[in-house]
């Protein structure tokens, strides 16, 4: 059921545009990732859906209510249903109980219900026997975990993160990680701001990337990963291989780009003769074994040398190699170590049609 919608939502500062006609759906127990740089107005986004920050333009339903018409006990009653957490959380003076019994006080809840709700989050976030601590004298990885434990005593429908892990070790990261996990056992729709592709990647359920303002694409993580609808989409996902051409032939669903001293065939429509973009993940780049008659379904079939390898993390390795069209190519350790593959080694590369993809501007 859809909880949250956003139609035609722009805003304005003066003569600044900071969204531009932004339309989105959030469904119930739904985790949205709002993907994009610093200044592509993510936060402003937010900000207006949790009625922080009126839009010069367009409209808000929650759960098909108008919220830029409510008004009183009824506005009232929908901004106790969701709970902002900032990226940079602000404690109140005091201690971590106080703060975390404030909001539930100002809700009238009974006191032994609070102690229950307040104990309850502090476990969950790995902060138990923090309720006489200064609130003031916490680390900042603590204090963002008391803002999540703060939020989750209301126990609201929406959530909104904006960046919570932009100042974040990684070890703590992967702690905020586990406690936005717990939140979605515990039914919560959440709507999280990041420019960490990874982050967006691996929590969302669908991602909604932002460039100044304009949403690029929305989708799940495979299709904004694998399918970029835009050249913006595709670099800041990490599609590194990005090259302009020219369509030489084209027809029955694919077409030949002539890429500098290559001749690429991919799928897709163009016309004969367009100057187009296109782009490959480096995880997608395919090392073909010449110790082996090579295999004439492989397409797209390239010679270079490895001018570099260096290691990427985890069981892989990145290749640059310089050929008949420069790329980077991501392969596992093994694969490198198994085919000899070394620095100023000939190779033979495959940029396979099904991989290769078509990029809007």
Request: charged share 30%; proline share 4%; with cysteine.
């Amino acid at each position: 059921m859809e909880l949250l919608r956003l139609e035609g939502v722009s805003k304005r500062f003066g003569e600044r545009e900071v969204l531009s006609g932004v339309s989105l759906s959030l469904h119930e127990g739904e985790l949205l990732t709002l993907l994009g740089p610093s200044g592509a107005g993510k936060t402003t986004l937010m900000r207006i859906i949790n009625l922080l920050e009126p839009p010069s333009s367009g409209r808000l339903l929650f759960r098909g209510m108008e919220l830029l018409k409510l008004r009183g006990e009824e506005l009232l009653e929908v901004r106790r249903r969701m709970v902002m957490v900032f990226q940079k959380p602000v404690m109140f003076s005091g201690d971590v109980y106080h703060n975390l019994a404030f909001g539930l006080r100002v809700r009238r809840i009974p006191e032994r219900e609070i102690r229950r709700r307040v104990r309850e989050a502090l476990e969950l976030v790995g902060m138990k026997g923090y309720e006489s601590r200064n609130a003031r004298t916490l680390s900042g990885g603590e204090a963002q975990r008391i803002a999540f434990a703060r939020a989750m005593v209301l126990e609201p429908e929406l959530v909104l993160l904006d960046e919570p892990t932009t100042s974040l070790d990684p070890v703590m990261e992967a702690r905020v990680h586990e406690i936005i996990a717990k939140m979605r056992e515990r039914g919560m729709s959440i709507i999280l701001t990041t420019h960490k592709q990874h982050e967006a990647l691996s929590l969302g359920d669908r991602i909604a990337v932002l460039r100044a303002g304009r949403l690029q694409q929305v989708g799940s993580p495979e299709e904004v990963m694998y399918r970029p609808a835009t050249k913006f989409v595709a670099e800041f996902t990490g599609m590194c291989n990005i090259y302009e051409g020219e369509v030489v032939e084209a027809g029955g669903g694919e077409c030949r780009v002539r890429v500098g001293r290559a001749v690429l065939t991919l799928r897709g429509g163009a016309e004969t003769g367009e100057r187009v973009c296109i782009g490959i993940r480096p995880e997608d780049v395919m090392l073909i074994r010449t110790d082996i008659p090579l295999n004439r379904r492989h397409r797209n079939l390239l010679r270079g040398v490895v001018k570099e390898i260096s290691p990427q993390g985890g069981a892989m390795l990145r290749l640059r190699i310089s050929g008949e069209v420069e790329v980077l190519a991501d392969v596992p350790r093994h694969v490198v170590e198994k085919m000899s593959i070394h620095e100023g080694g000939e190779v033979v590369y495959s940029l396979r049609a099904s991989c290769l993809r078509l990029l809007e501007d």
